[in-house]
């Protein structure tokens, strides 16, 4: 999953996921990125395997989301305050 920041002149945010394997040995496949001073998440670009690539726009900020193949971003809960 990258995110690109709203601004021309970036660097994007690379984070990497995998959600196979066993029960025992699976961990929190959630992605949690930083927007700074943003409300929203200009682009999420998701590469889900060779040559499949979606995007996601105006995710808001504060809250997760469920990003699945095929279908519409779903908002999720609130993220919780620290």
């Known amino acids: 999953m990258r995110q690109y920041p709203s601004d ?10 995998q959600t196979d394997g066993s029960y025992c040995a699976s961990g929190d496949p959630r992605v949690v990125f930083g927007l700074d001073q943003d409300q929203a ?3 999420v ?4 395997g060779p040559g499949d690539v979606e995007e996601f726009r105006g995710l808001a900020a504060d809250r997760y989301w469920r990003l699945e193949r095929g279908k519409p ?8 305050a620290n």
């Open 45 to 48: 670009r998701v590469h889900w």
């Open 41 to 43: 998440a200009q682009t």
């Open 8 to 17: 021309v002149a970036f660097t994007p945010a690379v984070k990497r996921v």
């Open 73 to 80: 971003a779903a908002a999720g809960t609130p993220a919780a």
